[in-house]
């Protein structure tokens, strides 16, 4: 059976929450605390449930996406995931539903703007597609793992940076931030990953592959002298200013920024 939703869609979400009794599966680009603590606390106990959503450094400092509300899954051990080109708003329950909609997890896609989706029920070789692209997606290598330490890093860059972060949308519809200040980027980052950042900083071009970063391998070695293994580091590296979203992974060995400095801005 299909059947239109409009908005408002709470109750028919949480509806779907409630009544869940094996899995909750989620996906959606921005999603709010307050949400979360709606779901969860109508979530039924031992229900699997897992989110997927997407790491942008301009979504965590204009606040679309909250860092809070990614810590409250984890805390209650709910696996979050990031795929960082992710649009798609999919909601699946326990295998047999699924809610395909253009509200994403905050108050406004739920209460107030206008979206439109369609509920999908008891039709099984259809929701079976749906979660076979859901599993898909968390075993993509553009898919990395959300952790409490690299969020906790962000939070403390996010009350680092004053004021609401001058979004730029390039050729490619993707959202970069104008950074007037790298070091109120970078301060809080670990010494490991501020180094790293640094050097991408520094390559001119906004794609760059982890060759370009290997090229500091020298530069690198000098700042932590007692690492051996200075490209096993980099590429780990890497990974965390992804997921923190500072870069987003194109294709296998190959990153872009989504950040731009003001100095390249004005021809320095």
């Not at 939703?5 to 959606?28: G, Q």
């Amino acid at each position: 059976m299909f059947s239109i939703v409009k908005s408002p869609s709470n109750k028919i979400f949480y509806n779907l929450v409630v009544n869940s009794k094996k899995s909750i599966y989620l996906c959606a680009p921005f999603i709010k605390k307050e949400i979360v603590d709606e779901i969860l606390q109508r979530r039924n106990d031992n229900v699997d449930t897992v989110v997927i959503t997407s790491s942008n450094i301009s979504n965590f400092l204009n606040g679309s996406l909250d860092i809070s509300a990614i810590k409250t899954l984890l805390a209650m051990g709910v696996m979050v995931r990031n795929y960082q080109n992710l649009h798609a708003k999919i909601y699946l329950f326990d295998n047999k539903k699924a809610l395909i909609t253009s509200a994403n997890l905050t108050n406004n896609g739920l209460y107030h703007n206008y979206e439109y989706g369609i509920l999908i029920e008891d039709e099984k070789e259809v929701v079976n597609q749906i979660y076979d692209d859901y599993i898909q997606m968390t075993c993509d290598d553009e898919c990395g793992t959300f952790d409490l330490a690299l969020l906790d890093r962000l939070e403390k860059i996010k009350s680092n940076y004053f004021s609401k972060p001058i979004i730029r949308i390039d050729d490619e519809n993707d959202m970069l931030i104008l950074a007037t200040d790298i070091s109120k980027l970078t301060e809080k980052m670990s010494a490991w990953q501020r180094d790293v950042f640094l050097c991408i900083n520094k390559i001119e071009s906004a794609t760059f592959s982890v060759n370009d970063v290997y090229q500091f391998e020298k530069e690198l070695k000098s700042l932590h002298p007692n690492n051996n293994n200075v490209k096993a580091k980099i590429r780990q590296i890497l990974q965390q200013i992804r997921d923190m979203g500072f870069v987003k992974f194109t294709t296998r060995g190959t990153y872009k920024k989504l950040w731009i400095s003001s100095d390249v801005l004005s021809g320095d």
